[in-house]
């Protein structure tokens, strides 16, 4: 992420971060900010000193203190994103629940149940659960994207919970027979 601000009398100060490490980096007009603590930078601007404060996170929003001034570097996650990464959760857990028992659960336990489909019920899930968590991985990422409308996250986080759901219950019909 790159952002420039314009400080007024003090110029412009550059906001750099590290797509994969997440580290800041600041400089006022070309000069670099020299990192004092995790949280604290600082530079000599003019014959006077000046500080640099970061604070707060990605889901709380991203905020930098200068000369008493907050700018804020990135917004909070909205309310509604929680609730869009957690729909395909839910819906997995309570598919995934009814057809395991349904098919697996139920027949494991009868008498004459064989050790095989016990582990291989184990291997299964794990496998099912991979993909899922995959893709629930990406209905995270979709759901932080800075698209404005919000119509559109709830499409594109549908589609995914569509997919999931379809590729678990793709991935019941495949191993089936071997339970029977």
């Known amino acids: 992420m790159k952002k420039d601000v314009d400080l007024g009398e003090l110029g412009w100060l550059h906001i750099n971060q590290n797509i994969w490490t997440g580290k800041f980096s600041f400089d006022l007009n070309g000069t670099p900010f020299k990192k004092v603590s995790k949280e604290s ?21 991203r905020y930098i203190t200068i000369d008493s001034k907050i700018i804020e570097i990135s917004k909070p996650i909205p309310w509604y994103t929680y609730i869009l990464i957690a729909i395909p959760i839910i819906l997995s857990i309570i598919l995934g629940s009814i057809s395991g028992l349904k098919n697996n659960g139920f027949y494991i336990l009868h ?17 099912s659960g991979a993909i899922y968590f995959g893709l629930g991985a990406i209905t995270a990422y979709i ?36 339970f029977k």
């Open 111 to 127: 008498i004459g149940g064989n050790y095989t489909s016990v582990l291989m019920a184990g291997v299964i899930g794990g496998i």
């Open 41 to 61: 930078y600082v530079i000599d601007f003019d014959d006077k000193t000046i500080k640099l404060y970061l604070s707060g996170n990605s889901f709380k929003g």
């Open 143 to 178: 759901t932080t994207l800075p698209i404005k409308k919000l119509y559109i996250k709830l499409l594109l986080a549908l589609a995914v919970t569509i997919i999931t759901i379809g590729v678990l219950i793709g991935f019941g019909y495949l191993f089936k027979g071997y």
